[in-house]
């Protein structure tokens, strides 16, 4: 499996170029999984379906499947915050790319997605772990680098960019054990 982070500011445009890079890599005939950080309290069940009615009773994990669908849901017993690497071993084995949004401080490779229309500062020049950068004003970047900058709004090129560099993303949890 290969594994790419996306990082930048909340408004950077990271969930548009997730959500645009998914049907790209599919049309390759990739198998495609997305990782997401949340901040605090979310949910994904509603108030009076049956799951949400187990995990409210006290349920530690609520499975649920469908002939199309699986999903887990587990209640942490005290705040814990799960690494993006205990997340991606919960993923399918059987997946191609993993594309993670958020956890922008990880040890994982990222693309920084970044705009100077948001007035927040860039990562690229504090981050090891930044390869490219994916932005719309790529002539007013704060600081000149080698880094390749990709086009923000052209996922198809962002996703050829990412299929040429394959190798440098393949993901060995061994490694961050």
């Given at each position: 499996m290969k594994v790419v982070g996306?990082?930048?500011?909340?408004?950077?445009?990271?969930?548009?170029l997730v959500e645009r890079l998914?049907?790209?890599?599919?049309?390759?005939?990739?198998?495609?999984?997305?990782v997401k950080h949340a901040h605090h309290k979310f949910d994904i069940d509603h108030p009076g379906k049956d799951t949400y009615r187990h995990r409210e009773a006290g349920a530690f994990e609520v499975v649920v499947a469908s002939d199309t669908r699986f999903a887990l849901m587990r209640e942490f017993e005290v705040a814990n915050r799960p690494t993006v690497h205990h997340l991606l071993a919960e993923l399918y084995e059987g997946v191609?790319?993993?594309?993670v949004e958020g956890f922008k401080d990880s040890?994982?490779?990222?693309?920084?997605v970044w705009r100077a229309s948001s007035s927040k500062p860039a990562r690229y020049m504090d981050d090891d772990f930044i390869t490219a950068i994916a932005s719309d004003s790529p002539g007013q970047l704060p600081t000149p680098t080698g880094?390749?900058?990709?086009?923000?709004?052209?996922?198809?090129?962002?996703?050829?960019?990412?299929?040429?560099?394959g190798e440098r993303f393949d993901y060995n949890a061994e490694n961050y054990q």
């Open positions: 996306f990082a930048g500011f909340s408004g950077s445009g990271k969930t548009t998914i049907p790209a890599l599919k049309l390759k005939g990739l198998r495609v999984s997305v191609d790319w993993v594309l040890d994982l490779l990222k693309i920084e880094l390749p900058v990709l086009d923000l709004n052209d996922p198809d090129s962002v996703a050829e960019w990412l299929l040429s560099q």
